[in-house]
């Protein structure tokens, strides 16, 4: 079987395969693949967001690969790394203060239409002219011990900027499951029976 066609099998079966076992599915399926096939993998399925603490500001932010140096993830609220990063990139000055805005407006937006959760927005810079940057949202099902579930969203971003111009690429990926409990009714009833049977 060629290289594609086992990382085809393998992305198909991560698509049929519940997404709130991912993380133990994935770990499952990179036992039984190629190390050549590994790395594009990997990088091809996306995998429910982690929620970390600032140590800065004490508030909740998403990690994920595009905020992430190494074993260190930058918080939007402090633009710091936890655990602590002396070299980590860094947005440039006039992106940090988009980024700020992004995540405030961004919050208002999850408190509007998701009625709770967490978002974080990261951007940073490709070269002169273009910069990228990714909003993640993330909201637990909560209040309901017959429904369960969770809503990841990861949008990103790319925008290639001219003087009378920009141009606007997006991706999004959106991972979703639901635990609905079962429900039983049970209602008796009393019926009479006639035997009187009538023969023809």
């Known amino acids: 079987m060629g290289d594609n066609v086992t990382l085809d099998c393998c992305l198909d079966l991560m698509r049929r395969l519940p997404p709130q076992n991912i993380e133990k599915n994935l770990s499952a399926i990179v036992d039984l693949t190629p190390q050549d096939m590994l790395q594009d993998l990997l990088s091809a399925v996306d995998q429910p967001l982690k929620i970390a ?3 800065a ?11 992430r140096d190494g074993d260190s993830y930058r918080s939007p ?7 602590p990063l002396d070299d980590g990139t860094v ?3 006039a992106l940090r203060k988009l980024e700020i805005r992004c995540n ?12 709770g959760g967490i978002s974080s927005c990261y951007i940073w810079d490709i070269d002169e002219k273009t910069f990228a940057g990714v909003l993640l949202i993330k909201k637990a099902g909560e209040g309901s011990d017959k429904i369960k579930g969770c809503w990841d969203s990861i949008h ?13 690429k997006l991706t999004s990926t959106v991972m979703l ?12 009833t009393n019926c ?7 023969e023809v």
């Open 57 to 67: 500001t004490k508030r909740q932010y998403l990690v994920c690969d595009y905020n």
């Open 104 to 115: 405030a407006a961004f919050e208002q937006y999850r408190e509007m239409y998701f009625e």
């Open 77 to 83: 609220w402090s633009n710091t790394y936890d655990p």
């Open 156 to 168: 990103v971003f790319e925008i290639i900027s001219s003087k009378k111009e920009a141009k606007y």
């Open 53 to 55: 603490i600032c140590s």
């Open 91 to 93: 947005p440039t000055e």
């Open 177 to 188: 499951w639901l635990q609905v409990g079962s429900m039983f009714q049970y209602r008796p």
């Open 192 to 198: 009479l029976v006639n035997y009187n049977w009538v």
